[in-house]
């Protein structure tokens, strides 16, 4: 077990490093030119070549990288452009509302594809698997966008039941958070109702029928129990997914979380910023997915037998 755990810190960093690095390389190739969106179009050439070396952007490209690593490593990010103060400062100023609207997806999520991938996978190509399978298929394949907007429509606009925007209650969080979970919904849907159809033809399913309990007790107990392990494993790599779909739907609903920070950094060439957000979504994302590779021996007696060997 410890060696795993090394194993996947180890392979952690790496992506940490690639993560910050591709980030790093994509700002630099953008066009546009930090100095002069903050001095604005009337500035001098001398002002703006002032504030460059202020800014450190008169350096060579290698030179700033190397100075970049050097800070990150002792998690001094620099300073935004635009706000005036560290950037990891105005990063976990808005993290919370993304975690926030994330977990609560991701709750939805869970509970409502649990429910339909076992309703699906107790009876195979029955009429409700076939019902599922259908509706999964759509929620996959409608826009983010157009599913918030069509929301926004119908429940703020039309039936006026919900705000549309903006943060306070948690009224006005159900609206993004359903948006954000759909295509999660129908992701988990699919994975347990694959698992739960393979499980129910098991041996250990029918022992627990002629031991006389009921369809529930065997479909909850033993048939999603051990078809769990696929479910965590898809709901451990979507979290990225999910942070990454939240910067359009935090600016559909003015959710002011680091989908739209990172919008509105990478509109200002806030290079601070963007890059203090990827890397904290990153370690998120590597925190997130070491925990599910733990849970596996939780749920599958035979992983954790097999690391110990």
């Keep these: 077990m410890t060696g795993r755990i090394v ?7 790496f992506v940490l490093w690639g993560a910050v690095t591709l980030m790093f390389v994509l700002l630099r190739l953008a066009p546009g030119d930090p100095a002069t969106l903050l001095l604005g179009p009337d500035a ?5 070549a ?18 970049y690593l050097g800070h990150a490593t002792r998690l001094d990010l620099g300073r935004s452009f635009r706000f005036g103060e560290p950037a990891i400062d105005v990063v976990f100023s808005r993290l919370q509302a993304t975690i926030e609207l994330t977990l609560t997806a991701t709750l939805i999520a869970v509970v409502v594809g649990l429910a339909l991938g076992m309703v699906a996978g107790r009876r195979p190509d029955g009429r409700t698997d076939r019902l ?20 926004v429509l119908l429940f703020a606009l039309t039936w006026r039941l919900l705000p549309s925007s903006g943060v306070g209650t948690p009224q006005h ?38 031991k006389g309990l009921s369809e529930l007790q065997v479909l909850t107990g033993h048939a999603l129990r051990n078809s769990l392990v696929p479910v965590v494993t898809i709901v451990g790599l979507q979290v990225g997914a999910l942070l990454g779909g939240a910067v359009v739907v935090e600016n559909v609903f003015a959710w002011p979380g680091l989908g739209s920070l990172v919008v509105e950094a990478v509109s200002n060439r806030d290079y601070a910023v963007v890059q203090a957000a990827v890397l904290v979504i990153a370690a998120i994302v590597v925190v997130l997915n070491l925990v599910a590779d733990l849970s596996y021996s939780l749920l599958d007696p035979r992983i954790r037998t097999a690391a110990r060997r």
């Design 44 to 48: 001098s050439p001398d002002e703006i």
């Design 50 to 67: 002032a504030l460059r070396a202020d800014l450190g952007l008169d350096q060579p490209a290698l030179t700033q990288y190397v100075d």
């Design 173 to 210: 969080l159900v609206l993004p958070a359903v948006t954000l979970s759909l295509p999660f919904t129908a992701i988990v849907a699919r994975i347990t109702r694959t698992s739960v159809a393979a499980s129910m033809g098991e041996a250990y399913v029918q022992t627990a029928r002629s």
């Design 7 to 13: 194993r996947r810190l180890a392979i952690g960093v």
């Design 132 to 151: 599922v399978s259908g509706l999964t298929i759509l929620l996959q394949g409608m826009p983010t966008f157009w599913v918030g907007i069509m929301l």
